[in-house]
């Protein structure tokens, strides 16, 4: 599990709207540093 919390932070930065659906908690993390 902690790899694939790895490869959902990345995907995070890459496409957040994808991280979403695996963990919103990333996705708000992105928008913080990466506002869309």
């Known amino acids: 599990m902690q ?4 490869m ?3 995907s995070a930065f890459s496409d957040p ?3 979403t659906i695996d963990n919103p908690s990333v ?6 540093k ?3």
């Open 3 to 6: 790899g694939e919390t790895s």
């Open 8 to 10: 959902i932070r990345l």
């Open 34 to 36: 990466k506002p869309i």
């Open 27 to 32: 996705h708000r993390l992105a928008k913080e």
């Open 17 to 19: 709207a994808l991280s």
